[in-house]
């Protein structure tokens, strides 16, 4: 059985380090290239099955040779594809991601396929039958439909919106979600005024505001929690968000569940930034650590 599918974006990712972003008109210099497999809903997949859970994906590729090597990638680490719908008519979604020499990340791509996922294509049975669905970027009516799955199902629903949260309206997933996932800007688009309790706001749902290299907070109907965050050498911020994600669903869920009444939201936080610390201090989007190093690193053995 699959304990936790992940359902959004599936890319394929180009990572150029260059010395410093370019102005218009300007020109900067590549000092390195990689090609990996990227997306949100990828990437915090392969983070939770690298803490040893069993992980699905719900998204889509081309029928290419990008969408084959992204594929392929997933099943080496053991993420269930099955769901992992294949379009003939649109290629594989690559982002091309501009990384300076202080880890700041441009991002540029094409639409491509990764959105190719109606409400139509979504296996009912499959979701209601894990413990946990994270939600990603992706089309709002089948984000809205896989919620509602499993909400009706009992299975409990995060989601991350991401960066397009301001241009699309999620509004009908976002009443299904029991946990969200936010940066600053992003709080700022969807709360209206109370930046210090979001979850009296959000009708008790518990958020979690991430402030980068400043740590972040999570307010629950109960309590709220903040954590500083972790000195940490940074060298590409790419992917240190869904490194987050996975790292705070992973303590919840060993737990018993995100809503549990054992659910430690604090530990949750702490391990989550370092999490993403970790994930920063390495190249690429792939970079989430394993339970083991996260716990050296926060025993301070790493």
């Given at each position: 059985?699959?304990?936790?599918?992940?359902?959004?974006?599936?890319?394929?990712?180009?990572?150029?380090?260059?010395?410093?972003?370019?102005?218009?008109?300007?020109?900067?210099?590549?000092?390195?290239?990689?090609?990996?497999?990227?997306?949100?809903?990828?990437?915090?997949?392969?983070?939770?099955?690298?803490?040893?859970?069993?992980?699905?994906?719900?998204?889509?590729?081309?029928?290419?040779?990008?969408?084959?090597?992204?594929?392929?990638?997933?099943?080496?680490?053991?993420?269930?594809?099955?769901?992992?719908?294949?379009?003939?008519?649109?290629?594989?979604?690559?982002k091309y991601l501009?990384?300076?020499?202080?880890?700041?990340?441009?991002?540029?791509?094409?639409?491509?396929?990764?959105?190719?996922?109606?409400?139509?294509?979504?296996?009912?049975?499959?979701?209601?039958?894990?413990?946990?669905?994270?939600?990603?970027?992706?089309?709002?009516?089948?984000?809205?439909?896989?919620?509602?799955?499993?909400?009706?199902?009992?299975?409990?629903?995060?989601?991350?919106?991401?960066?397009?949260?301001?241009?699309?309206?999620?509004?009908?997933?976002?009443?299904?979600?029991?946990?969200?996932?936010?940066n600053d800007r992003?709080?700022?688009?969807?709360?209206?005024?109370?930046?210090?309790?979001?979850?009296?706001?959000?009708?008790?749902?518990?958020?979690?505001?991430?402030?980068?290299?400043?740590?972040?907070?999570?307010?629950?109907?109960?309590?709220?929690?903040?954590?500083?965050?972790?000195?940490?050498?940074?060298?590409?911020?790419?992917?240190?968000?869904?490194?987050?994600?996975?790292?705070?669903?992973?303590?919840?869920?060993?737990?018993?569940?995100?809503?549990?009444?054992?659910?430690?939201?604090?530990?949750?936080?702490?391990?989550?930034?370092?999490?993403?610390?970790?994930?920063?201090?390495?190249?690429?989007?792939?970079?989430?650590?394993?339970?083991?190093?996260?716990?050296?690193?926060?025993?301070?053995?790493?």
């Open positions: 059985m699959v304990e936790v599918i992940t359902a959004g974006h599936v890319n394929w990712d180009v990572t150029l380090r260059v010395d410093a972003l370019p102005n218009p008109d300007g020109e900067a210099r590549i000092d390195s290239q990689q090609r990996s497999g990227g997306g949100s809903a990828a990437n915090v997949a392969v983070a939770l099955s690298g803490m040893d859970f069993d992980t699905g994906l719900v998204g889509s590729v081309g029928d290419d040779d990008n969408g084959l090597l992204a594929r392929r990638e997933l099943d080496e680490v053991g993420v269930d594809c099955t769901h992992l719908l294949e379009s003939e008519e649109n290629e594989t979604t690559t501009i990384v300076d020499e202080r880890g700041e990340v441009m991002v540029l791509g094409n639409e491509g396929a990764n959105e190719a996922v109606t409400p139509a294509d979504v296996n009912p049975e499959y979701v209601r039958r894990a413990n946990h669905l994270h939600l990603t970027s992706q089309r709002p009516d089948t984000a809205a439909e896989l919620a509602r799955i499993a909400t009706e199902a009992g299975v409990s629903v995060s989601f991350d919106p991401g960066r397009r949260l301001a241009e699309r309206d999620f509004g009908a997933a976002l009443a299904y979600s029991d946990v969200m996932f936010l992003e709080a700022r688009t969807i709360l209206d005024s109370d930046l210090e309790h979001p979850s009296s706001e959000l009708h008790g749902r518990v958020v979690v505001i991430k402030h980068g290299e400043a740590g972040a907070q999570v307010d629950t109907p109960e309590a709220s929690y903040d954590h500083p965050g972790f000195d940490a050498d940074v060298v590409d911020t790419t992917g240190a968000g869904d490194a987050f994600a996975a790292g705070f669903l992973a303590v919840l869920l060993r737990e018993g569940g995100v809503l549990g009444p054992d659910a430690d939201y604090e530990r949750a936080l702490e391990f989550a930034n370092a999490c993403g610390a970790l994930a920063a201090m390495e190249e690429g989007a792939r970079t989430a650590p394993s339970w083991g190093e996260v716990e050296a690193f926060l025993n301070g053995q790493f």
